[in-house]
C-alpha cells in the first residue's frame, strides 16, 4: 500500500477494529463523519474544513469509518448504519470524549441522525450536509449519482480517470476536483472489498426526526445528484432546533464548493448554540 498524505495520524481500537482518526486542537469536542463511495476518507472529505474550526478553539477528530481510509476494512462485515453508530459509540467511548457535535456528510449524517436518536445525551449539536437516512433506498438509488457510482464500482478498483469523473458528479464545478483527492481516494479505493457498498443499508429516520432534542444546523445544495432535495424539507421540519442552509450552484459537497462559507457558518454556529 502506498502510503497516504494524510497527517498526524492516530489510531484506536474500537468494536473490535482498528480506527484511524486525525485530532487537531483545543476545546470542546467536534467528530467529524465523512460519507460513502469508493476511496472516501475523513481525510479526503474535511481537509479544508477542520483546521479551521481547530483554530477557532474546537478539537476536530476525524476518523475514518470502518471500510474506508487507513481503518480496518473487514471483508465480512455487514456496513449498515448500526455496524458504524456501534463503532462510533466505541470509538468516542474510547477517547473519553463527552458529549460531541457531530458534523456529518451523507452516510456520516445518516450516522450522526442515527447516533443522536441511540444516544441522545452525547450529542450536544448536529451539523449535517445532505444527510442520509431521510428517504427509502430506492429513492436514493434513483439519482444519476448513485447510480454511476454503483456502476463504476462494479467495475473494481477505478483508475485515476473513472474517479476523477465520480468525484466530477459530486459537484457542481467539476472543475474542483484536484489531482490530491483523486490520488488519495485511488489509494484507499484499492484495498476496499466490494462490501462496503454491496451491504450497505440506512434506515429512514424521517418518522423519528421529532426525537432530536440538540441544536441542528443543515446544508444541502440545490444541485445534488447523490440525496433528493426533498430530503432538506424533512430534516427542517422534523428537527424542532434546526437551521437549513440551501445552497445555490452546489453539489453534494458544499464543505469542498463552498468552504469559506461552509467554515464560517459552522464556527458561527458553535460559538452561538
Same mark, same amino acid.
Given at each position: !500500500?502506498?502510503?497516504?498524505?494524510?497527517?498526524q495520524?492516530h489510531y484506536v481500537?474500537?468494536n473490535?477494529?482498528k480506527i484511524?482518526?486525525?485530532?487537531?486542537?483545543q476545546?470542546?469536542?467536534?467528530?467529524? /463523519?465523512?460519507?460513502?463511495?469508493p476511496?472516501?476518507?475523513g481525510y479526503?472529505n474535511?481537509k479544508?474544513?477542520y483546521?479551521?474550526?481547530?483554530?477557532?478553539?474546537y478539537?476536530c477528530?476525524v476518523p475514518?469509518l470502518p471500510g474506508?481510509?487507513?481503518?480496518d476494512?473487514?471483508?465480512d462485515a455487514?456496513?449498515?448504519?448500526?455496524?458504524?453508530?456501534?463503532?462510533l459509540?466505541?470509538?468516542?467511548a474510547?477517547?473519553?470524549?463527552?458529549?460531541?457535535?457531530?458534523?456529518?456528510?451523507s452516510l456520516?449524517?445518516?450516522?450522526a441522525?442515527g447516533?443522536a436518536?441511540a444516544?441522545?445525551? $452525547?450529542?450536544s449539536?448536529?451539523i /449535517?450536509?445532505?444527510?442520509?437516512?431521510?428517504?427509502? &433506498? $430506492?429513492?436514493?438509488f434513483?439519482?444519476?449519482?448513485?447510480? &454511476? !457510482?454503483m456502476?463504476?464500482?462494479?467495475?473494481?478498483p477505478?483508475?485515476?480517470d473513472? !474517479?476523477r469523473?465520480?468525484?466530477?458528479?459530486?459537484l457542481f464545478d467539476?472543475?474542483?476536483v484536484s489531482?490530491?483527492?483523486?490520488n488519495?481516494?485511488v489509494?484507499? #479505493?484499492?484495498l @476496499?472489498?466490494s462490501?462496503v457498498l454491496?451491504?450497505?443499508?440506512v434506515p429512514?429516520?424521517?418518522? &423519528?426526526l421529532?426525537e432530536i432534542? #440538540?441544536?441542528? /444546523?443543515?446544508?444541502w445544495?440545490m444541485?445534488?445528484?447523490?440525496?433528493?432535495?426533498?430530503?432538506? @424539507?424533512k430534516?427542517?421540519?422534523?428537527?424542532a432546533d #434546526?437551521k437549513?442552509v440551501l445552497?445555490n450552484? #452546489?453539489?453534494h459537497w458544499?464543505m469542498?464548493?463552498?468552504?469559506?462559507?461552509?467554515?464560517?457558518?459552522?464556527i458561527d454556529f /458553535?460559538?452561538h448554540?
Amino acid at each position: !500500500m502506498s502510503e497516504l498524505p494524510i497527517p498526524q495520524a492516530h489510531y484506536v481500537n474500537a468494536n473490535g477494529l482498528k480506527i484511524h482518526y486525525l485530532d487537531e486542537g483545543q476545546g470542546q469536542p467536534v467528530v467529524f /463523519l465523512h460519507g460513502s463511495g469508493p476511496g472516501a476518507s475523513g481525510y479526503s472529505n474535511f481537509k479544508m474544513n477542520y483546521p479551521q474550526l481547530a483554530a477557532a478553539g474546537y478539537r476536530c477528530i476525524v476518523p475514518d469509518l470502518p471500510g474506508y481510509g487507513r481503518s480496518d476494512k473487514p471483508e465480512d462485515a455487514q456496513y449498515i448504519n448500526d455496524y458504524f453508530i456501534a463503532t462510533l459509540h466505541a470509538f468516542i467511548a474510547a477517547l473519553d470524549l463527552g458529549p460531541v457535535t457531530l458534523l456529518g456528510n451523507s452516510l456520516g449524517g445518516a450516522i450522526a441522525l442515527g447516533y443522536a436518536l441511540a444516544y441522545p445525551d $452525547e450529542v450536544s449539536r448536529l451539523i /449535517l450536509m445532505a444527510p442520509g437516512g431521510v428517504e427509502e &433506498r $430506492e429513492a436514493y438509488f434513483e439519482m444519476e449519482g448513485i447510480k &454511476r !457510482m454503483m456502476a463504476l464500482f462494479a467495475q473494481g478498483p477505478l483508475d485515476h480517470d473513472s !474517479m476523477r469523473k465520480l468525484l466530477g458528479f459530486q459537484l457542481f464545478d467539476a472543475t474542483q476536483v484536484s489531482d490530491a483527492v483523486v490520488n488519495e481516494r485511488v489509494a484507499v #479505493c484499492a484495498l @476496499q472489498p466490494s462490501t462496503v457498498l454491496s451491504t450497505m443499508r440506512v434506515p429512514n429516520y424521517t418518522e &423519528r426526526l421529532g426525537e432530536i432534542k #440538540c441544536p441542528t /444546523l443543515a446544508f444541502w445544495g440545490m444541485n445534488d445528484q447523490f440525496n433528493p432535495l426533498s430530503g432538506a @424539507q424533512k430534516v427542517a421540519a422534523g428537527i424542532a432546533d #434546526c437551521k437549513m442552509v440551501l445552497v445555490n450552484q #452546489c453539489g453534494h459537497w458544499v464543505m469542498v464548493e463552498h468552504q469559506d462559507f461552509f467554515n464560517r457558518s459552522c464556527i458561527d454556529f /458553535l460559538n452561538h448554540s
